[in-house]
């Protein structure tokens, strides 16, 4: 019996050990006003990442940092509340990347010192709206290219950060769905055969980069059988 709760115990403490960001999101923090806050934190906002840097921590009494964040203009009321975004265990730090935002989104973020399972007054509080994503595939021309097939053409996306093309299409009027993804940024063609006569056929492309950026929208092309 002894063994067996032993056994248990250890596994508990691997599991637990082998993922140590889940075990401090996890952790409540008091409050202690007696540790400083941050200071002055520098910014770089990009599509989808946002970098943090601040001066070097020279309290010893510091063991760490907590970074908060929440997005004021988000429809999800839980997005418009501070969360724990991250917890850096070390108070020589001096960088942070938060990579779990969106293209041009406004995000608000606070900062504060740790030690012990206390954390300082929310001091240190700055705010910062992330790069707008990719501009739209520029033209789009869909065709009849014979009796059961439509061609698309468009004019490649001229950044180079482009991997991919996402062809959604609506028939009728109807709502969008996923055709295919044409891969390679140069790559400006697709053969649309799954078409039948007597319909209506809206296409729109969404440039896709290699971290998985979409763009918005293309302009619609249409084309009646």
Request: positive net charge.
């Amino acid at each position: 019996m002894k063994k067996s709760i032993l056994l248990l115990w250890a596994l508990a403490l691997l599991t637990f050990s082998g993922c140590g960001s889940a075990i401090k999101g996890l952790m409540v923090y008091g409050k202690d006003p007696s540790l400083p806050s941050l200071g002055t934190v520098r910014t770089l906002p990009m599509m989808s990442s946002v970098g943090f840097e601040w001066d070097t921590i020279k309290n010893d009494k510091v063991h760490g940092i907590n970074v908060y964040r929440k997005s004021p203009d988000t429809k999800d009321p839980e997005g418009r509340e501070f969360r724990r975004v991250g917890s850096i265990g070390n108070r020589y730090a001096t960088h942070f990347v938060d990579t779990h935002v969106k293209p041009d989104r406004r995000y608000v973020y606070k900062f504060t010192t740790f030690s012990f399972g206390k954390e300082s007054t929310p001091g240190t509080r700055v705010e910062v709206r992330t790069k707008p994503t990719f501009a739209p595939v520029s033209f789009l021309k869909a065709y009849k290219a014979g009796p059961t097939a439509v061609k698309l053409l468009w004019r490649p996306h001229p950044s180079d950060k482009i991997s991919s093309y996402i062809i959604e299409r609506s028939v009728n009027g109807g709502e969008w769905r996923f055709m295919a993804q044409v891969e390679g940024v140069l790559m400006a063609e697709y053969i649309d055969t799954l078409v039948r006569g007597g319909n209506t056929y809206a296409y729109r492309i969404i440039a896709k980069s290699y971290e998985g950026i979409k763009s918005s929208p293309s302009q619609v092309a249409r084309i009646t059988l």
